[in-house]
Structures are given as C-alpha cells and as structure tokens.
T-cell receptor
C-alpha cells in the first residue's frame, strides 16, 4: 500500500529539548515536503527536497532542519524547540512537480 | 507571490443541500490546482485536481473547474451527506517551485441530518 509514515503521531515535550520527527515514503517519490498546520493559516511549507541531498527552505523554515540522505526518508529536526513551534505537522511526497502530494497522518507537537 | 484565497467557514448545511466553496488564486504561469479534504483527526486526502485551464476535476460527487479568466477553482457538490463533514483546502502548485503546495486557509463544512 502506498503511504507516507510519520512518527511519532503525538509528542509533548519541553522547550530546548531536541526532537526529530521521522517521515518515510514507499512510493519512490522524488519530492518530499514538510508543512505545519495552524488554525486560520492553512498549511505552510517548512522545507522541501527535490532529491537525495537536495533540500531547500520553504516559507517558514526558522527553527527547523531537515536532511535527505536516502530517497525514502525526510526527517524534520527541531534542535531547540520553542512554544511557537506547537503545531500539527505533515510530511508529504510526490513524484514530480505539479502532481498531487501524498500526505502522512500528521504529528501533533506540543512544546511546553 | 502565489496565493490562494478560499471562503471562510464554518459552513453549515442540511443533508442533500447544494454546496459551493469558493476558491480564487493568484499565480504566475499556469499552476496545477487541487482540492484536499481533511476528516477529523486525519491527514489530507486529495479530493480532485485540474492541471490546465477549463479542466474539470471530479470525485465522489464533487466537481471543480479550472477557470483561468476568473482565476477560480470553486468546489461544488449537488447533494451533501453527513459524511462530507470535514475541512476542505484549495491549493495550487506552481512551476519550478520544488513541488510546493500553496494552501488556502481551509473551510470547515458541517452537514446536519
């Protein structure tokens, strides 16, 4: 079954404690992205990757890092989380530009 | 830059009512347009898409037509069901933007029996 898998689904943590949200896709897609969803703002792109070792900033990259060492994986790293990063995060992938993206089920992060 | 504007919610309808959710966009070139749906507690699912002007996307009784002259992509359904209650997002994907989706703010739909 084609899917994008994120872990964890829920996390409550404290300010400053480094965390990583993993994302894996099994569709051999080139493009992968991270979005955050906040009420009234829709979804905003954090980072994206067009292929292995190729990543670039989206619209709201501050406070986040990513890596793309393998095609299937695209982890999101919060080196020093802060309360304003409390949000619902989605990983997505697509096989090329202009095509629909497949979304994971989301990760709800609460930073206290 | 590119942007998407969709009608604010929440929208509350009775079962079997007609649904329209307005979506307009601003973009350079010829973006692809999408409607995604998010059911409570779930991720986003593609509902329908259109990749060029005058294309009509359709799925599960929902339709939307890519109108370049009015830069619109309104979502319609002739008869909604309680199971259609969800948040609907209009989105575009422009050329040479790394596959980025630009979303509207979402419209919550609630259908009452």
């Amino acid at each position: 079954e084609a899917q994008v898998t994120q872990n964890p689904r829920y996390l409550i943590t404290v300010t400053g404690k480094k965390l990583t949200v993993t994302c894996s896709q099994n569709m051999n897609h080139e493009y992968m992205s991270w979005y955050r969803q906040d009420p009234g703002l829709g979804l905003r792109q954090i980072y994206y990757s067009m292929n292995v070792e190729v990543t670039d900033k989206g619209d709201v990259p501050e406070g986040y890092k990513v890596s793309r060492k393998e095609k299937r994986n695209f982890p999101l790293i919060l080196e020093s989380p802060s309360p304003n990063q409390t949000s619902l995060y989605f990983c997505a992938s697509s096989d090329r530009e202009g095509q629909p993206q497949h979304f994971g089920d989301g990760t709800r992060l609460s930073i206290l | 830059g590119d942007s998407v504007t969709q009608m604010e919610g929440p929208v509350t309808l009775s079962e079997e009512a007609f649904l329209t959710i307005n979506c307009t966009y601003t973009a350079t070139g010829y973006p692809s347009l999408f409607w995604y749906v998010q059911y409570p507690g779930e991720g986003l699912q593609l509902l329908l898409k259109a990749t060029k002007a005058d294309d009509k996307g359709s799925n599960k009784g929902f339709e939307a037509t890519y109108r370049k002259e009015t830069t619109s992509f309104h979502l319609e359904k002739g008869s909604v069901q309680v199971s259609d209650s969800a948040v609907y997002f209009c989105a575009l994907s422009g050329y040479n933007q790394g596959g980025k989706l630009i979303f509207g703010q979402g419209t919550e739909l609630s259908v009452k029996p």
